[in-house]
């Protein structure tokens, strides 16, 4: 069965260092999703993307965040400059257009911001 | 905007009880509803959903749930626990359109003692 990816699985990095988490999604969706979960707490809404652009941001996705779809398979969130409160859980998501926004979710990057 | 409520966000029944996790919500705008479990460092995986056709929504692992829009309710049954469903458990609503964000409640956490 078709499913979600995620690389890495735990990343560990410096505070002010920059992170790209990777996703691929499945092949024939169409729109894409990021989510955090900090620890203890909610699954939190970022951003979600399609047809190449930015199609919805929370108020949590700031400048320090970016997305980019970089060829047909890769769906990456980059964290320009971590911060200790960027420690968290990100999911990745994807819908395939006519499913009841039915998400189906990757198993997660654990990020530490130390 | 859209937003969900999980009343209890610790569970605990009998192997064989009934499972019930409350899930209230409020929407301006007809809903999708949806409940997705996480076992512990997992991602998020789809019990079943409400896309306005029946009320009654059957998913997987023998749990259900029924819409209704009277009490804006979705709440989440299962006529007997098992062990294995001990996990944390998220009610979630987006608009009726593919590509929403979904936002989720806090979480109820499901433990089935023996």
């Known amino acids: 069965e078709p499913e979600v990816t995620q690389t890495p699985s735990h990343q560990v990095t410096q505070m002010g260092q920059e992170v790209i988490l990777r996703c691929v999604p499945i092949s024939n969706h169409l729109y894409f999703y990021w989510y955090r979960q900090i620890l203890g707490q909610k699954v939190e809404f970022l951003v979600s993307f399609y047809n190449n652009e930015i199609s919805e941001k929370s108020e949590i996705f700031d400048d320090q965040f970016s997305v980019e779809r970089p060829d047909g398979s890769n769906f990456t969130l980059k964290i320009r400059s971590t911060k200790l409160e960027d420690s968290a859980m990100y999911f990745c998501?994807?819908?395939?257009?006519?499913?009841?926004?039915?998400?189906?979710f990757g198993p997660g990057t654990r990020l530490t911001v130390l | 905007a859209q937003s969900v409520t999980q009343l209890g966000s610790h569970v605990s029944v009998s192997e064989g009880a009934l499972v019930l996790l409350r899930c209230n919500y409020s929407s301006s705008v007809p809903p999708y509803l949806f409940w997705y479990v996480q076992y512990p460092n997992q991602g998020l995986q789809l019990l079943l959903k409400y896309t306005s056709a029946a009320t009654l929504v059957k998913g997987i692992n023998g749990f259900e749930a029924e819409f209704k829009k009277s009490e804006t309710s979705f709440h989440l049954t299962k006529p007997s626990a098992h062990m294995s469903d001990a996990a944390e458990y998220f009610c979630?609503?987006?608009?009726?359109?593919?590509?929403?964000?979904?936002?989720f409640g806090e979480g109820t956490q499901l433990t089935v003692n023996p």
């Open positions: 998501a994807s819908v395939e257009t006519g499913e009841h926004n039915e998400q189906f």
């Open positions: 979630a609503v987006s608009p009726e359109t593919s590509g929403s964000r979904l936002t």
